[in-house]
């Protein structure tokens, strides 16, 4: 093989390269298929709890076990979540490395990460919309409401 300037032969371009694996976009991937797997785990239980308002903080207060479950799966997910789309946009900007990984793997965290922070949001605001009367909360139980005449 000749290495001449002009012999095209000679010449290896960027294209003729090997692509090399992209550990650090599998390893997001993976994360980022756990934490939908916890995510579909958590809905379960979620699934599982009363439907009626006063059975379920009658459970929920009473069953400390079932609170400290969902709360660890919770920050479990949210903390893989990030880790995930860390390591998978990082394996986007790695050179000469394959990208497919790298895209799922940002395409899961991001639709997890952005569906968990919605959630998020529409419970904030939700808590903090305002009542008939137009006060931000709801008045405490045996509370007088000032009404206008």
Do not use: H, Y
Not at 76 to 92: E, H, K, P, R
Not at 108 to 133: E, Q, R
């Amino acid at each position: 093989m000749s290495t001449a300037p002009g012999d095209p032969e000679g010449t290896v371009g960027p294209e003729d390269r090997p692509v090399k694996p992209n550990t650090v976009a599998f390893i997001g991937f993976i994360l980022a298929c756990l934490s939908a797997v916890l995510l579909v785990l958590l809905l379960w239980f979620v699934g599982q709890l009363p439907d009626d308002i006063e059975s379920f903080q009658q459970r929920f207060n009473e069953d400390t076990l079932a609170q400290l479950r969902l709360l660890i799966l919770g920050c479990s997910i949210a903390v893989l979540t990030l880790v995930a789309f860390v390591l998978s946009v990082a394996g986007l900007f790695m050179p000469q490395r394959s990208r497919l990984l790298a895209g799922i793997g940002t395409i899961m965290s991001f639709l997890i990460l952005s569906g968990v922070f919605g959630v998020l949001l529409t419970g904030a605001l939700m808590n903090s919309a305002p009542t008939v009367d137009g006060s931000a909360t709801e008045p405490a139980e045996g509370e007088i409401l000032n009404e206008a005449p």
